[in-house]
């Protein structure tokens, strides 16, 4: 996803007896821009040695690692389970959207995307959170969810509405907006 947002990191740094571990060195970052599309299979499978002489004064490493934070940057919906749902919706001091889906179902499919905007829009003001009704059940049959997708909002700890379907975003944006602000 995004791979445009992806970026090589590479580390370099001159160890010094009083840097004790390589994953806390004193070092100077730099980001390297790959210049080819898509990852290099011999990058992803390697893996990093110290050697033998990395805590002595002089000595060097290099090491590479991708970063990738385009799925985070997109996705601000956090997925909610059977277990995390009366810590995360239940006992939440903000509003709460929670969109019930499966990944089988192509509406579902449909409406993610509106649900990602909203929940960059009213980061912040509301917190939004997908639940896959496959994976848990328990929640889905508890608040008789029927059909997916499905939004539940809460506020307080209590269900306020749902709305049914793949609907448009003036919908779901007149709906959040009703428990922004009151």
Do not use: H
Not at 107 to 135: H, S, W
Not at 160 to 171: D, F, H, L, R
């Amino acid at each position: 996803m995004a791979m445009e947002n992806c970026l090589r990191l590479t580390t370099v740094a001159t160890t010094t007896p009083q840097c004790l571990s390589p994953f806390f060195p004193t070092s100077r970052e730099k980001l390297v821009f790959p210049t080819q599309t898509g990852f290099k299979k011999s990058m992803l499978n390697s893996k990093v040695s110290y050697p033998s002489s990395l805590y002595s004064t002089g000595a060097t490493y290099k090491k590479s690692r991708f970063v990738c934070k385009a799925r985070e940057a997109v996705n601000e919906v956090k997925v909610v389970n059977d277990s995390s749902w009366n810590n995360l919706v239940i006992a939440s001091d903000t509003p709460v959207l929670v969109e019930f889906w499966a990944p089988w179902c192509g509406p579902c499919r449909m409406i993610a995307p509106v649900i990602d905007e909203l929940a960059k829009e009213y980061a912040g003001k509301i917190a939004c959170y997908k639940l896959n009704t496959d994976d848990s059940p328990n929640t889905a049959t508890q608040y008789g969810i029927r059909s997916i997708p499905t939004v539940l909002f809460f506020k307080n700890g209590e269900k306020k509405e749902s709305i049914i379907g793949a609907v448009p975003k003036s919908t779901l944006s007149a709906t959040v907006e009703k428990y922004v602000d009151s």
